[in-house]
């Protein structure tokens, strides 16, 4: 019998849980086994019915959900996904969370009618992932990098400025994308990035990211022109592909239905990087769940790119890297610290 993922619910509002209690009780691999209107209730809850995932709150009455977000990473540490208001300081405060231990953050919804269904598949399957995440895993947050930012490799690594780097990630990605970035010279080749996250949120990860790296690092706009030292990060409700015109690369960002479940997809980035940059292409596919990006890296390998895939004992969740290699996509599997020097040497 398949065991199913027992899930608690955490916010004030009834309405809310109400709605995802609805939402994640329709697939029939997920168990929502209690609610709870604040930390208190939820933390009795917790001792009592044991869930395997969190979904937790951020303004609730009593005791904020980052204060026992803390309190739980300390004591319980288990995995929890954010609900967060449609907010700059919501973003703000969600991200730090991420920084704790929080494993993702979904968005709270602001019209329970519109969007229904895609807000459903994507919820759904971050609690299937967060299901799966390995609490042992430890990467560098950035927030501890915000103490020491480490140095960028050796710049004489980086031979050629033609070449295009394209990096997929998804549960566990913040992390680890910081990690590899902060170690990117200023004239590593210009990066493309998907990282799952709800609209908003991305402009704020990349401020951050921008502020730990040599490299700039900033939200994509349509027609950025990629180039060297500067990475662009998928706005978190377009997907973001890579346009060839002449000589000259550039940045797409358009609206567009889910591919392999996502928008922005690490599929149709790593296809676009296939068909436009060929073997002037690196491809790194990370921790996540899914496949999102595994049937893109293989195209971009058969198109004579350079291809990494994050190794098992480094990845949150083992499941987008997982399935790249079992596809063939992935020419080389190396741990998180060596992906930085793995690209370096690639170009």
Do not use: W
């Not at 070449?163 to 910081?178: D, P, V, W, Y």
């Amino acid at each position: 019998m398949l065991k199913r993922i027992k899930v608690l619910v955490v916010d004030d509002s009834a309405i809310i849980r109400n709605f995802l209690t609805k939402e994640l009780s329709k697939d029939p691999e997920i168990e929502v086994v209690g609610s709870a209107s604040d930390p208190y209730i939820a933390r009795d809850k917790i001792v009592k019915l044991k869930p395997d995932v969190l979904t937790l709150d951020i303004e609730m009455p009593r005791m904020d959900g980052l204060t026992f977000l803390k309190k739980l990473m300390k004591f319980y540490p288990m995995p929890v996904i954010m609900v967060s208001a449609y907010t700059e300081e919501g973003c703000e405060t969600t991200l730090n969370a991420l920084e704790i231990g929080a494993v993702d953050v979904m968005l709270k919804p602001t019209d329970l009618q519109s969007g229904l269904a895609d807000m459903s598949i994507q919820l759904i399957d971050k609690v299937k992932a967060a299901g799966h995440v390995k609490m042992h895993v430890k990467t560098a947050s950035m927030q501890q990098s915000t103490v020491r930012p480490a140095a960028p490799l050796n710049h004489g690594l980086v031979r050629s400025s033609d070449k295009i780097i394209a990096m997929g990630a998804s549960t566990g990605g913040t992390q680890a994308l910081a990690e590899v970035l902060m170690h990117m010279p200023v004239n590593s080749p210009g990066i493309l990035i998907v990282q799952h996250m709800p609209e908003k949120f991305t402009a704020t990860f990349a401020r951050r990211l921008n502020e730990l790296c040599a490299i700039e690092v900033r939200e994509a706009r349509d027609g950025d022109v990629v180039q060297s030292g500067l990475a662009l990060v998928a706005p978190g409700s377009d997907h973001l592909t890579l346009r060839r015109t002449g000589t000259r690369y550039s940045a797409e960002v358009r609206q567009g239905p889910l591919v392999c479940r996502h928008r922005p997809s690490v599929e149709e980035l790593f296809n676009s990087v296939a068909k436009n940059a060929g073997d002037k292409a690196i491809g790194v596919i990370m921790t996540g769940m899914g496949r999102d990006g595994a049937e893109g890296l293989l195209n971009m390998r058969q198109a004579g790119a350079r291809t990494i895939a994050q190794d098992e004992a480094s990845c949150v969740v083992f499941g987008m890297p997982k399935e790249a290699i079992k596809l063939g996509g992935a020419e080389k599997i190396v741990p998180l610290h060596k992906i930085p020097e793995t690209i370096l040497q690639m170009t």
